[in-house]
């Protein structure tokens, strides 16, 4: 079972009020409202009885002095960038949940600084030191742990690895935010998250959807949202132009390595690294050609210049395969720009003492293959949607972000169940399947066998399965694709997946 991540998350108490004040608190009794309702208030209108949620009205009615202010939410993230701008100075990677709440990967951070308590004492430092004294900090297993342990009395409060259970327990159910479900917690007697999570997890997914199953596992302490770093800077980015434009892969990609080696030194700048890069090319009559690219682990300058030489093979290719009275798309390349699309604090990636090897050597080894072969030499294959095993496997370049044409999930009546086979025939393969006699097999429109298999391809059948029925689109003229499997063990243990289609026999797949 894989560690849960930990995560360091920064809070800043009241931040609406902060941006729309631009000052540290204390502040005088102020409330911000949206649709007539409180969204916001100071510490000295809670004082009074101000809450947030209530209305404009009953609020007033509460404190007459109240000062009440438009809620603006754009105004609150224009204030919290140059907070997030100067968090990633120190900590990068830094993810926005929320103006006035920010988290980040612990692991780098507390490396350096000794410890997660350090690291978290440290931000709050260099915070107050900036103008922001009131910001607290909290180290969890995961976001939603966190932010309630920034949330609690001290400065900053670490919960240990595996602690968040019996942190969470005693909290009241309304951390979790969602009025309609708590409330009906509340009137069924379920009111700490201990509570809630002491539920049978079955009776709670019938019951509440897929939605309360979710809010039940963070009440548990099961927090499995991903970190999704901020887009990178745009300082980040680097470009080259060529004057005349160039035609060849080879000088292309030879002129822009000066571009890459630009780009991986403005990444160490910042102690991040790139893990997905758009790389837009422009041709001498200004169209731009684009095209993101992921890496297992992060980019180096090399691979960079790989990308670029394997997209503007693609583009030849695509070039070359488009008739003469379509036209001509791509001319001669007079601009090349590489764009980090997602980057990583550069901590999480530095090699470890011991069984961080393997995975690197693999991915060095593949790229020299890919290298030598073209970009479409190595691929890596996914499970799509569909009944056929053709539609079910996509081969997709390594490198690249494998994309299912149809979501594997949803129900696909008359697919097969696992496992599927190991070997797919693309195209199928024609294969003999007779009864005793060498005649072979038919099926009838109703799925009946006109014997039962005997040989396949010359081979004893030792053990068969089927016939099922598959038809696909239907409504196509012809009536589509149909056809009836079977399943076939032969006198070597080789079991097949076959299908009848149009009186003849067809191996789909081979399990091995």
């Known amino acids: 079972m894989n560690a849960p991540l930990r995560v360091l998350v920064l809070w800043f108490p009241d931040w609406p009020l902060r941006a729309a004040l631009g000052a540290a ?12 309702t409180v969204v916001a208030c100071t510490a000295t209108a809670r004082e009074h009885g101000v809450r947030t949620g209530q209305r ?20 609150d993230e224009r204030a919290f960038l140059p907070v997030l701008r100067l968090i990633e100075r120190h900590a990068p990677g830094v993810t926005l949940l ?41 180290v969890a297993d995961g976001p939603f742990t966190a932010e309630l342990a920034a949330r609690g009395p001290d400065a900053c409060t670490v919960i240990p690895t595996g602690g968040s259970a019996e942190f969470l327990a005693p909290l009241p159910v309304r951390v979790l935010r969602d009025d309609q479900l708590t ?20 009776e709670v997914q019938s019951r509440f959807g897929e939605h309360g199953s979710r809010l039940r596992a963070l009440a548990a302490g099961g927090d499995s949202r991903p970190l999704v770093p901020r887009p990178p800077d745009p300082e980040l980015v680097r470009a080259v132009e060529f004057e005349p434009a160039l035609a060849g892969a080879d000088q292309v990609a030879f002129a822009v390595r000066q571009t890459a080696d630009a780009v991986l030194l403005a990444l160490g700048d910042a102690s991040v690294v790139c893990t997905e890069v758009r790389i837009d090319l422009t041709d001498d009559d200004g169209k731009v050609f684009s095209r993101s690219w992921l890496h297992p682990t992060c980019f180096d300058a090399a691979d960079l210049v790989d990308r670029v030489r394997w997209q503007l093979e693609a583009l030849a290719a695509e070039n070359a395969a488009r008739p ?26 530095q090699p470890g003492l011991f069984g961080s090897g393997t995975d690197e050597r693999l991915h060095h080894a593949v790229s020299r293959v890919q290298t030598m072969l073209g970009h479409q030499g190595v691929v890596t294959a996914a499970v799509s949607g569909g009944r056929w095993l053709a539609d079910r496997q996509v081969l997709t370049p390594w490198g ?52 039962e298999p005997a040989l396949i391809d010359g081979g004893e059948v030792q053990a068969w399965a089927g016939p099922w029925p598959i038809h696909e689109h239907r409504w196509e003229p012809g009536g589509g694709k149909r056809g009836h499997r079977l399943q076939i063990v032969d006198g070597r243990d080789r079991a097949w997946l076959v299908f009848c289609a149009g009186g003849r026999w067809w191996a789909e797949g081979r399990y091995r």
């Open 324 to 349: 003469l009275d379509e036209g001509r798309a791509l001319g001669g390349i007079a601009a090349v720009r590489i764009v980090p699309v997602a980057v990583d604090d550069a901590a999480h990636h």
């Open 183 to 202: 409330g009906l917690l509340v009137r069924l007697g379920v009111r700490t998250l201990g509570e809630f999570a002491a539920l049978d997890a079955l």
């Open 98 to 138: 929320r103006p006035g709440l920010a988290v980040l990967r612990a692991r780098g951070i507390s490396r350096y600084h000794g410890g997660e308590a350090e690291a978290g004492r440290v931000l709050l430092d260099i915070l107050a030191d900036a103008g922001f004294p009131e910001a607290r900090a909290g």
């Open 25 to 36: 608190p204390p502040h005088p009794p102020t409330a911000l409202v949206h649709a007539n």
């Open 56 to 75: 404009r009205r009953v609020a007033q009615g509460h404190l007459s002095s109240l000062r009440v202010l438009p809620h603006d939410p754009s105004r």
């Open 400 to 451: 690249e972000r494998a994309v299912a044409p149809r979501d594997p999930e949803r129900p696909w009546p008359g697919s097969l169940p696992d496992p599927l086979p190991a070997e797919v025939f693309q195209p199928p393969r024609p294969i003999a399947v007779q009864g005793a006699d060498g005649v072979a097999v038919a099926v009838d429109e109703r799925g009946a066998l006109s014997a």
